[in-house]
């Protein structure tokens, strides 16, 4: 049947409604028309020129069938047709009005919180000044931080506990959509103390993977880095979940440990750890920004993301 459709017994007219109803400027130019009496004020109040108007006014009449004002000298004077149009529109018009509050409610909601989640060197050596630097963009925004390793991360931006996370291993956990926002180098460091300190030649990377060091928890992304570096690591001297509590331990001469360069840049200057070349063992990494797959940031999510790249 021509331009109807039987569904569920009820008559549609075929077709979306986009392609039958005129669009909401079309609508508030016809009540500005109706209210001010004339096409050449209606459209200097919204901003557009008397030709574009004309033509947005003729376009919603041929779509809509019927003459919806008379244009003269004196000004333009709605038809009767036009009238009961635009009682339609004003109803169409005061609930997009009604829906456009509704959304900035919404936006308003989203943007009062930033939930953060970051495995340990990002969260103690990069967080702290972008967040600064968001905090001078969105002074109302409530921010949280959470810090784990990069396992932990995954499950709380999957579990919707977090609105953006900040990892460090090699591959991105399932589930997650990830960009590289930084890169870092992995070293190895020991006191000042410690035999390796004082060798003359690098370690070799058979030797670093067959001593006992002082590490991070499995499931961090340190971890995660040497391990496949190394191919296989001897068991921990020490294991500790936190970058601070391993650069402590390395620094009161507890043991060798390997650390992102971020993380000991200060020990190295004053002497308190002592970096230790490695040959044949790449230790370098990417940092990433991630967040549910399809799930791309909005609001403060988007604008700490942009900092992390600027």
Do not use: C
């Not at 967040?131 to 784990?148: E, H, I, K, N, Y």
């Not at 971890?223 to 296989?232: K, M, N, W």
């Not at 970058?243 to 001469?253: C, L």
């Not at 200060?266 to 970096?275: G, T």
């Amino acid at each position: 049947m021509s331009g109807v459709e039987e569904r569920s017994g009820q008559t549609h007219r075929a077709g979306g409604l986009a392609h039958r109803v005129p669009d909401l400027g079309a609508l508030e130019l016809l009540l500005a028309v109706a209210r001010l009496g004339s096409l050449g004020a209606a459209a200097r109040e919204l901003g557009v020129s008397q030709p574009a108007a004309s033509s947005r006014l003729r376009s919603m009449e041929r779509q809509l069938g019927v003459a919806l004002v008379d244009r003269s000298p004196r000004g333009s004077r709605l038809t009767d047709a036009g009238a009961l149009v635009t009682d339609w529109a004003r109803r169409v018009v005061e609930a997009a009005e009604a829906f456009d509050v509704g959304a900035q409610a919404l936006r308003d909601r989203r943007d009062s919180r930033l939930r953060v989640a970051a495995s340990m060197t990002i969260a103690e050596y990069l967080l702290p000044g972008w967040l600064l630097a968001l905090r001078s963009q969105r002074p109302d925004t409530a921010v949280s931080l959470q810090a784990g390793n990069s396992a932990a991360v995954a499950a709380l931006l999957l579990a919707d506990e977090a609105d953006l996370g900040f990892v460090e291993g090699l591959t991105v956990p399932a589930g997650l959509d990830s960009v590289v926002i930084a890169h870092d180098r992995l070293i190895v460091v020991t006191a000042p103390g410690h035999p390796w300190a004082r060798r003359g030649r690098p370690l070799e990377a058979a030797e670093l993977a067959a001593t006992p060091l002082i590490l991070r928890e499995r499931g961090s992304g340190t971890r995660q880095v040497l391990d496949s570096a190394l191919g296989g690591l001897a068991r921990p001297l020490i294991e500790l979940s936190s970058t601070t509590a391993v650069k402590a331990a390395a620094v009161g001469g507890a043991g060798p440990s390997v650390l992102s360069e971020l993380a000991v840049r200060d020990e190295l200057a004053l002497r308190r750890l002592v970096s230790v070349p490695v040959e044949g063992a790449a230790l370098a990494r990417d940092l990433r920004a991630v967040w549910p797959t399809g799930h791309r940031p909005v609001g403060p999510a988007r604008d700490l993301l942009a900092l992390t790249r600027g």
